[in-house]
């Protein structure tokens, strides 16, 4: 396991283990086949360095938590209705699911909508998802999914922030070389 020193908004430390074995799962992974059990396991080890979501296994199955929020969701399903192949203006896919987090509409359906660039792309990964027919596949396919979108996000936060303080520092500089300065007497 590799240890990252980040931390998230709640202070806690994180430890990039984006697949999490609760207390009180063995009960629930009992009852998967040898099959399933090891594609958890290579999820596992793909999913090792995510920052920003877990994929959670406890009593009552799966669960998708964040790792930044206290947002989690379960019961996901591919919105049929939303469909790119029909509807080509489409560059998104919506996955509804049920709110499972700390504060919010728990147990309420909550939609999660992914932007993709084209609608081509949008087909890839609507049918991609569709073609899931197992919960670890759709659970493990979403995690990826909410993982990549923030990463994204980060990133662009990043490169905003990025900007400002270029922009700050130049505008330091130049107060420095040619603003006015105060002489003490």
Same mark, same amino acid.
């Given at each position: 396991?590799?240890?990252? /020193?980040?931390?998230?908004?709640?202070?806690?430390?994180?430890? +990039?283990?984006?697949?999490?074995? /609760?207390? +009180?799962?063995? #009960?629930?992974?009992?009852?998967?086949?040898?099959?399933? !059990?090891?594609?958890?396991?290579?999820?596992? $080890? $793909?999913?090792?360095?995510?920052?920003? =979501?877990? !994929?959670?296994?406890?009593?009552?199955?799966? @669960?998708?938590?964040?790792?930044?929020?206290?947002?989690? &969701?379960?019961?996901?399903?591919?919105?049929?209705? @939303?469909?790119?192949?029909?509807?080509?203006?489409? /560059?998104?896919? *919506?996955?509804? *699911? %049920?709110?499972?987090?700390?504060?919010?509409?728990? +147990?309420?359906?909550?939609? !999660?909508?992914?932007?993709?660039? /084209?609608?081509?792309?949008?087909? #890839?990964? =609507?049918?991609?998802?569709?073609?899931? *027919?197992?919960?670890?596949?759709? &659970? %493990?396919? !979403? *995690?990826?999914?909410?993982?990549?979108?923030?990463?994204?996000?980060?990133?662009?936060?990043?490169?905003?922030?990025?900007? %400002?303080?270029?922009?700050?520092?130049?505008?330091? +500089?130049?107060?420095? #070389?040619?603003?006015?300065?105060?002489?003490? %007497?």
């Amino acid at each position: 396991m590799q240890i990252s /020193n980040n931390m998230n908004r709640f202070s806690a430390p994180q430890f +990039g283990m984006a697949l999490r074995i /609760n207390n +009180g799962a063995e #009960k629930f992974l009992q009852g998967k086949s040898m099959q399933t !059990l090891e594609k958890l396991s290579k999820a596992g $080890e $793909e999913m090792k360095d995510f920052k920003f =979501y877990d !994929l959670e296994v406890g009593e009552k199955g799966y @669960r998708i938590k964040s790792k930044r929020y206290a947002n989690a &969701y379960i019961s996901p399903a591919l919105d049929m209705e @939303r469909d790119p192949n029909k509807y080509r203006t489409f /560059n998104d896919v *919506t996955i509804s *699911t %049920i709110y499972d987090g700390v504060s919010g509409p728990n +147990g309420q359906k909550y939609p !999660l909508m992914f932007e993709f660039s /084209n609608n081509d792309e949008a087909v #890839k990964a =609507y049918n991609k998802y569709k073609n899931f *027919t197992s919960d670890e596949d759709k &659970y %493990i396919e !979403l *995690t990826k999914m909410l993982e990549t979108k923030d990463v994204e996000k980060a990133a662009k936060e990043a490169q905003e922030k990025k900007a %400002i303080d270029a922009k700050d520092n130049f505008i330091s +500089g130049l107060m420095d #070389k040619f603003g006015t300065k105060k002489i003490t %007497i």
